[in-house]
């Protein structure tokens, strides 16, 4: 995509979705000259229905906290990536047309009027923001710029300037219930190629169920796992059939990313929740399990229910209450923590002896969803020696790609790389041979900016595939 | 002038204030917390959220761990705002002797007036020099500075207006304003029946020093609410949704073999 120039200043942007794209996601485009009108009147409609947004524009006192703990000012020294300033964008606007000050001292406050030029500047840095919640766990005041973030992105998509990258997953969510437009059959080949690995390097046959009625458990994992990561699904089948669990894989709903989160949670993100509770109605589901991914895990465990606000095959008011949503790392680590699973850390396949292990805690499991302790629990359990970064836990740094910011479009790519210096700084700091990433995002911004950008060759994995490598199954050869 | 700035304007600038920070508060209520978006290690309940909210607001937590030179300026300038506005209520209303209607038996009442003077001048000079240094880091530090406007300026120099000639009316007792005469002028505004503002009592004339400070705080609360300067409210409001406790569902899967 060529650089828009705003006022001198040249800004990069991700491809944006052709006109047939946003034909599937049921987006009209509204013509350039009606896009600020347009654009405000959602921003009318979000500071309405979202505290969150109202608090983020009217509390920041500008203290400059917040700068240098983000990734991407620290990559790329703009301005408009400190966090308060990324929200100023939007500030600008709402304190012109929503503030008393605004409207009577517009300049002196800072209030701009909205324009085209605004929403360009929007798109720009709104996708260069990847939603990690970093600035809102340093804010004094818990300011959280991934909200402003999220309605920026969801203004941009009602006026119709959605991305080609998070458009076109979005559209394959309407049509195919996952991500990477996977068909049924698909997934039954790639499950048949791992069962194939499995008993290749165990001796020992496990299937993956699709579609099984009278489940008892629903493994959601994330569509990228068929593509780039197989080793996590390897490693969530082994646990299942290590514990001898009644589960199943769905095809009408195989993904437990939900971009819709990240830029459009009215229409895309409902869909996959509309899905979900439709397989689990279908399959007699009692339990759902997610696989890793960081944001998707966000959106299942904290918007679920809330998003749940109707009823579902009959089954009442609390549905989400009956059948628990849970992560696998919080089943695996009560597991561990009772020492109900065999694991060998000293034979693992994937970690070979005298190698260490560093842990990438993916910032929306650490900082939104609580799971920094099950996650040590889990690799300390299942790798011979751990090297933990600093900071870990709910003070690390994103790696640079978070909520889908994994354009390829070569000025996108490069601002990839920038946000991920941080990242790269920590990862080369603990000398660790293997990096574990258990998040789909995550995996795929490091075997793109790790091996191509900073040429750092290291071996990258999720977590559950070192806790399947490490399972012991009793009469059965471990390699 | 004095008219109007003594006996008019601060029934205004109360109305101003209060219903400015009301209005905005029922503004900020509108919208719902739509979801659970609370930030980890998520607090064990709602005590451990509410001590969590408090522990910030006290201590300036989030700003010592991340950014201590701040935390330098603004700790202090903060401590001594909340002091001198303690000071300024109960220093008045007793006429300073609000140390020996505390402690009777161990303060008498000229100690506490010395107290209550020396507190005022020290926290009086940490706030000017916590201001000019909040002041000189907004100018110097450039990640501070780009994301500036020219109303956080403006709201440092009001600050630093009020407490300079605050400071200056302190340490040249020339132009002091005792405290029966401050008592005085504020218990009329309070029953509704106001008096002449405070002189300079060597001459009998006009205290302008007084009518700077007095018209200064004025002007700082009536664009209290309709600025940045509501944060003491917003970090309440702010907090609320982002700490708070989430129920964890159980652990254990149905119809396994391996229970736990």
């Known amino acids: 995509m060529p650089k828009k120039i705003v006022k001198g200043q040249e800004l990069s942007q991700p491809a944006r979705a052709s006109a047939r794209v946003l034909k599937r996601l049921y987006v009209r485009e509204v013509p350039d000259e009606h896009k600020p009108a347009e654009a405000l009147k959602w921003l009318d409609y979000y500071r309405k229905d979202r505290r969150s947004l109202v608090m983020a524009m009217e509390s920041c006192v500008k203290c400059g906290v917040c700068a240098n703990e983000c990734h991407a000012y620290l990559g790329t020294k703009d301005p408009n990536n400190i966090p308060a300033g990324r929200a100023d964008l939007m500030r600008k606007v709402y304190k012109r047309y929503f503030t008393v000050q605004g409207r009577l001292f517009g300049n002196l406050v800072g209030a701009e009027e909205i324009t085209m030029d605004t929403l360009e500047k929007w798109y720009s840095y709104y996708y260069q923001c990847t939603e990690c919640r970093r600035c809102g ?76 009625p009278n489940s008892d458990i629903l493994y959601v994992p994330s569509s990228a796992d068929y593509l780039l990561n197989p080793e996590t699904l390897k490693g969530a089948c082994q646990f299942f059939e290590y514990v001898g669990a009644n589960w199943t894989i769905s095809s009408h709903m195989t993904e437990a990313g939900n971009f819709g989160l990240l830029t459009e949670q009215h229409s ?75 694991l060998n850390p000293r034979d693992n396949r994937l970690v070979p002896v005298g190698q260490s292990v560093t842990l990438h805690d993916p910032c929306n499991y650490c900082r939104a969803c609580n799971l920094i302790q099950n996650l040590r629990v889990n690799l300390y359990a299942s790798v011979p020696e751990v090297r933990e970064m600093t900071p870990n836990g709910e003070k690390n740094f994103c790696c640079g790609g978070g909520s889908a910011v994994l354009y390829d479009d070569p000025e996108m790519f490069e601002l990839r790389g920038k946000f991920s210096l941080k990242k790269v700084a920590q990862i080369k700091a603990t000398e660790a041979d293997i990096l574990c990433a258990p998040c789909s995002i995550c995996k795929a911004q490091f075997y793109g900016i790790l091996h191509e950008y900073h040429h750092l060759d290291i071996p990258i994995n999720g977590l559950i595939d070192f806790v399947g490598a490490a399972l012991v199954f009793k009469g059965h050869r471990q390699i | 002038m004095e008219l109007f700035v003594g006996k008019i304007l601060p029934y205004v600038t109360v109305a101003i204030l209060l219903g400015g920070i009301t209005w905005r508060i029922w503004r900020w209520m509108i919208g719902r917390i739509v979801h659970n978006i609370t930030l980890a290690p998520f607090p064990s309940s709602w005590g451990a959220a509410v001590a969590w909210i408090l522990w910030q607001i006290v201590s300036f937590w989030n700003i010592f761990k991340f950014d201590k030179p701040l935390w330098v300026g603004a700790w202090p300038m903060h401590v001594a705002l909340v002091s001198i506005f303690g000071g300024h209520v109960l220093g008045i209303a007793t006429l300073g002797s609000q140390f020996h209607l505390l402690l009777p038996w161990i303060v008498t009442e000229a100690q506490s007036e010395a107290a209550s003077n020396a507190l005022g001048t020290t926290f009086g000079l940490i706030f000017l020099v916590a201001l000019l240094y909040l002041l000189y880091r907004r100018f110097a530090v450039e990640k501070v500075r780009v994301i500036s406007a020219p109303s956080d300026y403006l709201h440092l120099l009001l600050l630093i207006v009020i407490v300079g000639v605050g400071d200056y009316m302190r340490l040249f007792h020339a132009v002091a304003v005792e405290y029966l005469a401050a008592r005085d002028f504020m218990l009329g505004l309070i029953l509704f029946h106001p008096g002449p503002m405070p002189v300079i009592h060597e001459t009998g004339l006009m205290n302008w020093y007084f009518f700077v400070h007095f018209l200064a705080v004025q002007i700082m609360l009536i664009i209290f609410p309709f600025s940045k300067l509501m944060h003491p409210f917003g970090i309440l409001w702010n907090r609320w949704i982002y700490n708070r406790p989430y129920p964890e569902p159980p652990m254990g899967m149905p119809g396994v073999k391996l229970k736990l």
């Open chain 1, 137 to 212: 766990h340093v804010c004094p005041f818990g300011i959280d710029t991934c909200e402003v973030t999220m309605a920026g992105r969801e203004i941009l998509w009602g006026i119709g300037m959605v991305p080609d990258l998070q458009g076109a997953a979005s559209a394959a969510v309407y049509e195919r219930g996952n991500q990477g437009n996977m068909t049924k059959q698909a997934l039954i080949e790639t499950h048949d190629f791992l069962s194939d690995e499995i008993e290749e390097e165990r001796g020992l046959r496990m299937e993956f169920p699709v579609d099984k």
């Open chain 1, 268 to 342: 895309v993100q409902r869909e996959l929740v509309e899905r979900l509770w439709r397989t689990v109605a279908e399959l007699g589901i009692k339990k759902i399990v997610f696989g890793e991914c960081g944001h998707g895990w966000r959106a299942w465990k904290m918007y679920t229910p809330s998003l749940t606000d109707y009823a579902i095959a009959g089954a009442g008011y609390d549905y989400h209450k009956r059948v628990p949503i849970v992560h696998v790392h919080d089943e695996v680590a009560a597991y561990v923590k009772l020492g109900k699973l065999k």
